[in-house]
């Protein structure tokens, strides 16, 4: 991997608010490699996992990030970083499907 491949948050921590029952803190690993999800709040609070991530660069500041968690949920965040804001989309392995919108902090 070349320094131009790297995660432009790598090595950053960020609090990812959806309302008062999902609130986590997702920090990316310097090697921009791994995620580190923290459940802060709501019925899974405490819980973690480091997991691998993939990455796309989109148009506006947006970042596409996609992750597989330990139970084979899937997540794909469309986060800006610098604008504050996040879209997740969230499909748990019992069918069901989540639609999130929500802020971003340090």
Known sequence: MTHTDLF???GRSFVVNYGE???FRNT???DGMTVTA???TGPQ???KMTVPFKWTALEGGFYLLSWQEE???TVVHCDNFEARA????????NGNFYVLS?????
């Open 8 to 10: 432009p948050y790598a």
């Open 21 to 23: 029952n999902l609130v």
């Open 28 to 30: 990316y690993a310097d």
């Open 38 to 40: 923290e459940f802060l």
């Open 45 to 47: 609070t405490g819980t």
């Open 71 to 73: 139970d084979q949920s």
């Open 86 to 93: 996040s879209r997740s989309f969230y499909t748990m392995m």
């Open 102 to 106: 929500g802020t971003i902090s340090e």
